[in-house]
């Protein structure tokens, strides 16, 4: 069995953790949504990759009220509402979730346009570079 002391530093270091984790996300979360879709603006939507998407999803899921979601929203360029549709399909895709996903997807439908949504699911994938043969 664990001595009192072993028990109180183990605790300690989990206290820790904890701590550390809350002030990283919500410093994360800080950091402006737009801010955030512009750094993957430009992927392709095959190109996205459940670690770059999830912490957005969970970003995204802090907020559920419908006119907090379309405030934001309002506050995006046409690219950055494109890379905010791609993440919610990804997140979809991912399983990541849902509920919150239909919610801002709904927004973004309705203030970026049908044109968001066919942005994001017709956008081509980058030509691979050549290689010169030799």
Same mark, same amino acid.
């Given at each position: 069995? #664990?001595? @009192? *002391?072993?028990? @109180? *530093?183990?605790?300690?270091? /989990?206290? $820790?953790? $904890? #701590? !550390?984790? @809350?002030?990283?996300?919500?410093?994360? !979360? *800080?950091?402006? %949504?737009? /801010?955030? %879709?512009?750094?993957i603006s430009d992927a392709h939507f095959a190109q996205l990759e459940e670690s770059v998407v999830a912490p957005l999803v969970t970003l995204m899921a802090k907020t559920t009220d419908q006119e907090a979601i379309a405030e934001q929203v309002k506050k995006l360029n046409q690219n950055q509402q494109d890379a905010l549709m791609k993440v919610i399909y990804k997140g979809f895709q991912f399983g990541k979730n849902s509920t919150a996903l239909f919610n801002w997807h709904a927004q973004v439908a309705e203030i970026g346009g049908s044109g968001c949504i066919v942005r994001t699911l017709t956008s081509k994938a980058p030509e691979p570079e050549a290689t010169e043969e030799e």
């Open positions: 069995s #664990l001595s @009192n *002391k072993q028990t @109180n *530093k183990r605790h300690r270091v /989990a206290t $820790v953790s $904890v #701590l !550390y984790c @809350n002030s990283y996300f919500s410093a994360s !979360y *800080k950091m402006s %949504l737009s /801010a955030k %879709l512009g750094e």
